[in-house]
């Protein structure tokens, strides 16, 4: 089934974007009751897919080169150039919004953080714990990218260093190893990936094709060695799941052993990874020049950008999104449970649907 949409981007020039997707991508997403957001690196958006009336609906919402997602109750927080936008769920506002078919979320751009140009990757919020407990209970942390390690956002710093791979000798802003996911388990950080081994500025681009590993955290033993672009490890019961994205496969790692089985192939570049209700929900993106040498692009001709749906009790592809045009990278996927119907404003809402939302609290608050 086709689906058009049109997005503009900050200097307001259209970009014409077509998608279509298999008869059962509404239907998953009604049988799970969730909606699923994507972030667009190469367009600079925040996309919310969802089915409303048994049709699939996709908004999209300008950031500066969206990157990582991270959702709690109430809360997502989008990565940008420089930034961390966080939206709060105003409930009250959705239940006004005038439609025939009724918003049950909406999240307002409220507030942001400036951590300048870190290449934030994928982020979580993290559980404190002992001494370090604040009012709040969580710290938001970030991979990041450009500094080779794990950091949280810190209110008088750029960031506060939490946690980096044993063979990063120190902290600038050199993109050594191309640390680029987290397994969070339990509120705690369990997992990362990175693209090498490497010690050296951007010391992993002659060896991506073979070299990314899987690593520990925070005791930093390397699980597994010898990957192909390795992303967004996760971790469901004992398993965890990671995109082998340099060998074209959603794959599982053995937490003892570090063995690596491949669970089913996927026809993308995969990046961005959400597991919920025995599917996983991988993003998938087309092959940039710079990734010659690895094996998945010797089919560049066959790959395709969108969202792919896999069954994790069958190994089977389910339902997808693809992007048709104006689209071919993803970076992140998330997925909003118990909410089918989302409503986002972002920071450029005037560019995005033309209303911008003032709220104030009542005269008793």
């Given at each position: 089934?086709p689906?058009?949409?049109?997005?503009?981007?900050?200097?307001?020039?259209?970009?014409?974007?077509?998608?279509?997707?298999?008869?059962?991508?509404?239907?998953?997403?009604?049988?799970?009751?969730?909606?699923?957001?994507?972030?667009?690196?190469?367009?600079?958006?925040?996309?919310?897919?969802?089915?409303?009336?048994?049709?699939?609906?996709?908004?999209?919402?300008?950031?500066?080169?969206?990157?990582?997602?991270?959702?709690?109750?109430?809360?997502?927080?989008?990565?940008?150039?420089?930034?961390?936008?966080?939206?709060?769920?105003?409930?009250?506002?959705?239940?006004?919004?005038?439609?025939?078919?009724?918003?049950?979320?909406?999240?307002?751009?409220?507030?942001?953080?400036?951590?300048?140009?870190?290449?934030?990757?994928?982020?979580?919020?993290?559980?404190?714990?002992?001494?370090?407990?604040?009012?709040?209970?969580?710290?938001?942390?970030?991979?990041?990218?450009?500094?080779?390690?794990?950091?949280?956002?810190?209110?008088?710093?750029?960031?506060?260093?939490?946690?980096?791979?044993?063979?990063?000798?120190?902290?600038?802003?050199?993109?050594?190893?191309?640390?680029?996911?987290?397994?969070?388990?339990n509120?705690?950080?369990?997992y990362?990936?990175?693209?090498?081994?490497?010690?050296?500025?951007?010391?992993w681009?002659?060896?991506?094709?073979?070299?990314?590993?899987?690593?520990?955290?925070?005791?930093?033993?390397?699980?597994?060695?010898?990957?192909?672009?390795?992303?967004?490890?996760?971790?469901?019961?004992n398993?965890?799941?990671?995109?082998?994205?340099?060998?074209?496969?959603?794959?599982?790692?053995?937490?003892r052993?570090?063995?690596?089985?491949?669970?089913?192939?996927?026809?993308?570049?995969?990046?961005?990874?959400?597991?919920?209700?025995?599917?996983?929900?991988?993003?998938?993106?087309?092959?940039?020049?710079?990734?010659?040498?690895?094996?998945?692009?010797?089919?560049?001709?066959q790959?395709?950008?969108?969202?792919?749906?896999?069954?994790?009790?069958?190994?089977?592809?389910?339902?997808?999104?693809?992007?048709?045009?104006?689209?071919?990278?993803?970076?992140?996927?998330?997925?909003?449970?118990?909410?089918?119907?989302?409503?986002?404003?972002?920071?450029?809402?005037?560019?995005?649907?033309?209303q911008p939302?003032?709220?104030?609290?009542?005269?008793?608050?």
């Amino acid at each position: 089934m086709p689906v058009t949409a049109r997005a503009s981007e900050p200097v307001q020039v259209f970009r014409d974007i077509r998608c279509s997707h298999s008869d059962g991508f509404p239907a998953i997403l009604k049988q799970l009751r969730l909606s699923v957001l994507i972030s667009t690196y190469q367009t600079g958006h925040l996309v919310a897919v969802s089915a409303r009336k048994d049709r699939l609906t996709l908004s999209f919402n300008q950031f500066d080169r969206a990157m990582g997602i991270a959702v709690k109750n109430g809360t997502i927080a989008v990565c940008t150039r420089q930034e961390v936008w966080f939206l709060r769920n105003a409930p009250d506002i959705a239940a006004k919004l005038p439609q025939s078919d009724p918003y049950d979320a909406c999240f307002l751009a409220r507030t942001c953080h400036f951590t300048d140009d870190i290449h934030a990757h994928e982020a979580a919020w993290i559980e404190e714990s002992g001494s370090a407990r604040s009012a709040h209970g969580s710290e938001f942390w970030i991979v990041n990218t450009r500094f080779s390690c794990l950091s949280a956002l810190h209110p008088h710093y750029s960031f506060a260093l939490r946690w980096r791979p044993p063979f990063i000798s120190t902290l600038r802003p050199e993109d050594r190893c191309h640390l680029n996911g987290l397994a969070v388990v339990n509120g705690q950080p369990r997992y990362v990936t990175a693209l090498a081994e490497t010690d050296t500025p951007s010391g992993w681009r002659p060896v991506k094709h073979n070299a990314g590993c899987l690593i520990e955290v925070p005791g930093g033993r390397l699980l597994k060695r010898g990957l192909s672009l390795p992303h967004s490890p996760r971790v469901q019961g004992n398993q965890i799941y990671f995109l082998h994205s340099g060998q074209g496969y959603l794959a599982t790692a053995d937490s003892r052993t570090g063995d690596v089985t491949h669970v089913v192939p996927v026809p993308g570049v995969a990046r961005g990874l959400a597991l919920h209700g025995g599917y996983a929900f991988v993003g998938l993106s087309k092959a940039r020049p710079t990734l010659e040498g690895v094996p998945i692009v010797t089919h560049r001709d066959q790959l395709r950008c969108g969202v792919w749906v896999i069954d994790l009790r069958t190994g089977t592809i389910t339902a997808h999104l693809e992007f048709c045009t104006g689209v071919e990278e993803i970076f992140d996927i998330q997925v909003l449970p118990g909410i089918l119907s989302p409503y986002i404003s972002g920071p450029a809402a005037e560019k995005d649907s033309g209303q911008p939302f003032w709220t104030v609290p009542s005269s008793t608050a």
